[in-house]
Every structure is written in structure tokens, then in C-alpha cells.
């Protein structure tokens, strides 16, 4: 959709094919006021999601120029570390440190979050689920207090509780694949067709902590990305494992030191809804895109001016949403009011994510 943003890909990208151009992305009107921590677009409009350290999500309204318009907001008592969308795009639940997950009913005309789950730790991700045999859609929750838990929103206590080994870091969901990720490396599998069980418990194939889990766009499997500069590529099932690799990036050698390279955090990787090829952002301030089945990087984009701590495809995969918003990696201390804080669109054009030609198929 090349005319989204009224925008068309620059020479200087087009004389360099895997060179990114990032000159004609636009930031979002009145982002928070703190620091960034998920994005989510609506899977039924142009409607933005923006959780924050602020205590407060945000929803924005994209039109077709990039211009952005705040339409709701809503309270939490602590920093919001996630938000998500129901699959009908009428309510937002945001999750975080004060260890309850709150919803917005946007067509009630509520400015008030109802509380829909609560944890005894910081709930870190919150996801809408559709479990076979329930009539209606749940929530699933995942906290530093080591849980799982499952929530139907008509009841005040959870529906079904999972313990964990350690503290919940990530979790993401697709179709009837969820993955859950936590401290000490472990990365356990749930079939939202037995929900209450594991169906496979592993040790993630990254030696380091584990950032971010996000599950293929046809559920057979899930990238994980470290504080290492790494990201692992993981099928489900054993016949695919021969289709499992990890690889660097977000590494720079820094001048004339060629036998030195800083390593930094993947904070996110979002899955382009219809091709399947994936975006990954990190404390380095730059995002690529990679196509898992040619093992090949499809654009890199120049550092945007602050470490990238979120990313989200809009629901036809022609919006790219990234958060330039520090990512808290070197502590309280490096927090300044200089830092950028933003959420910024790129305009995905038609070559940018389509997977390479003849690259290898499943």
C-alpha cells in the first residue's frame, strides 16, 4: 500500500535494496508521559493501544496520513507493563505492577476500567484467548509470581491457574498455540485444547535471559530473542526440529575496534500478519526485518534515536508501530528527561516484508 502516509520508498533505499528508510515515518500525537512498554494494534480498526510506566493506556486512532488522534485512556496504580485487544476490537485490558489486569469496554462509554485479574506479583503480559467448548472469549495472565492464570470476565476468581517454574518474562499467543516464557531460561508450550496442562517444557536455545517470545503467524512455532543479541527460530513439533536456528543481530562493532562487539537486547519481534516474516528490535535503537524460511534479512533499518522497547503490525501488516522509549536495560540511573519517548509508524511498503522469492517453503 505504497500510498499510506502519502509516502513512496526513497531512492536512497531503492539504490540499496536491503537499506531501510525510516525519513517518512511519522510519531504519534500526545504519546505518554514515561517510558514505553507494549504496543498493540486493534484486529478490527486503526485503533492504537499504548501501555505505559506513566499508569495509564492509551488508545489512539490512525487514519491514512499517520495522523493520530487520542480516543480513550485509562488508569492503572502502578506502571502498565502490557495491553491487549479483545478478538472483536470493543475492549482493551492493560496489565502491570500493581498486579491487576483492567479492562476498558470501549462501546459502554466507561472512562473507568473494570479489574478483571489479579496476581500476587506484577502481572508482565496479558493476552484475549479463545478456548475450545467456552462460550466466551478469556484472558490469560502471566505474573513475576511465577503463574499462569486464566480468566473468565464474569467471574471475579480465575477460571484456572498454571504454576510455573520461575517469574513469567513473555507470553504470546496464536491460534491454539500458546508459549510462555520465564526467568532461568525456561519456555513452556500450552495447546489451548488442554489449556490447564503443559504440553511440552523446554530450556530455551539461547544461553542467555530470555527478552521475548512470539508465536509464528501459522502457530507452528515461535521466535524467542535474548539480551544477548540473539534470536532463536523453535518449531513445535519434533519432525520440524530439523527447521530450528538461531542467529545474531542487533550487534555493533564500534570503530577501528575490530576485535570488540557490543551486544544488545531484542526487545521485541512482531509477526507481519499475512506474509509470516518478522520484524526484531533492540536496545541498539534499530529494527530489521527477516524472512525465517530463506534464514535471510530482508531490510535493516538505520538507529532511530533511542533503544526500541515495543513493536506491532496494524492487522493488514501495512502499519509498522515501534516505541523509541528506554528500555530500562542499564537501570533507574540512565533515565533522563533527555531520553526520546515516542511511538513512531513506519509505512510498510509492498517489498519491505514479503518473504524472498523462491526461498525455502514448509
Given at each position: 500500500m505504497a500510498g499510506l502516509f502519502g509516502s513512496s520508498a526513497s531512492t536512497a533505499a531503492a539504490s540499496n535494496p536491503t537499506q531501510g528508510d525510516i525519513s517518512k515515518d511519522v510519531a504519534l500525537n500526545s504519546p505518554p508521559e514515561d517510558s514505553i512498554s507494549d504496543l498493540a494494534f486493534s484486529p478490527m480498526s486503526e485503533h492504537l493501544a499504548v501501555a505505559s510506566?506513566?499508569?495509564?493506556?492509551?488508545?489512539y486512532e490512525i487514519n491514512q496520513t499517520g495522523g493520530s488522534e487520542g480516543k480513550a485512556l485509562f488508569d492503572h496504580e502502578?506502571?502498565?507493563?502490557?495491553?491487549?485487544?479483545s478478538k472483536d476490537g470493543s475492549k482493551v485490558v492493560g496489565a502491570g505492577a500493581d498486579k491487576a489486569g483492567r479492562m476498558l469496554d470501549l462501546g459502554s462509554g466507561n472512562t473507568t476500567a473494570q479489574q478483571v485479574a489479579a496476581h500476587d506479583q506484577p502481572i508482565r503480559c496479558a493476552r484475549f484467548i479463545d478456548v475450545p467448548g467456552t462460550a466466551?472469549?478469556?484472558l490469560v495472565t502471566g505474573s513475576w509470581d511465577k503463574t499462569v492464570k486464566y480468566w473468565d470476565l464474569r467471574q471475579a476468581q480465575p477460571a484456572a491457574t498454571l504454576a510455573c517454574q520461575?517469574?513469567?518474562?513473555?507470553?504470546?499467543?496464536?491460534d491454539r498455540l500458546m508459549v510462555v516464557a520465564t526467568a532461568?531460561?525456561?519456555?513452556?508450550?500450552?495447546?489451548?485444547?488442554?489449556?490447564?496442562k503443559f504440553y511440552k517444557t523446554m530450556q530455551s536455545p539461547l544461553k542467555w535471559q530470555t527478552r521475548v517470545v512470539s508465536c509464528f503467524t501459522d502457530a507452528t512455532g515461535f521466535a524467542v530473542g535474548s539480551i544477548e543479541g540473539r534470536c532463536a527460530i523453535q518449531y513445535v513439533e519434533e519432525k520440524d526440529s530439523s527447521s530450528n536456528f538461531s542467529f545474531k543481530c542487533h550487534r555493533q562493532?564500534?570503530?577501528n575496534q575490530s576485535n570488540v562487539t557490543n551486544v544488545f537486547s531484542v526487545n521485541a519481534i512482531s509477526f507481519h500478519p499475512v506474509h509470516g516474516t518478522f520484524s526484531t528490535s533492540g536496545s541498539d535503537g534499530t529494527f530489521h526485518f527477516w524472512d525465517k524460511d530463506a534464514k535471510h534479512r530482508l531490510k535493516g533499518y538505520p538507529e532511530v534515536g533511542g533503544t526500541i522497547s515495543a513493536t506491532t503490525f496494524n492487522r493488514d501488516g501495512n502499519i509498522f508501530a515501534y516505541a523509541v522509549s528506554y528500555d530500562w536495560s542499564k537501570g533507574y540511573a540512565f533515565n533522563t528527561p533527555q531520553l526520546a519517548n515516542k511511538v513512531m509508524l513506519h509505512s510498510v511498503q509492498p517489498d519491505e516484508c514479503k518473504p524472498r522469492p523462491g526461498g525455502k517453503k514448509r
Open positions: 510506566w506513566d499508569k495509564k493506556v492509551r488508545i502502578g506502571p502498565v507493563l502490557s495491553c491487549c485487544w466466551a472469549p478469556m520461575e517469574r513469567v518474562y513473555s507470553l504470546d499467543v496464536k532461568d531460561r525456561y519456555i513452556n508450550i500450552i495447546s489451548l485444547n488442554e489449556p490447564a562493532n564500534p570503530p
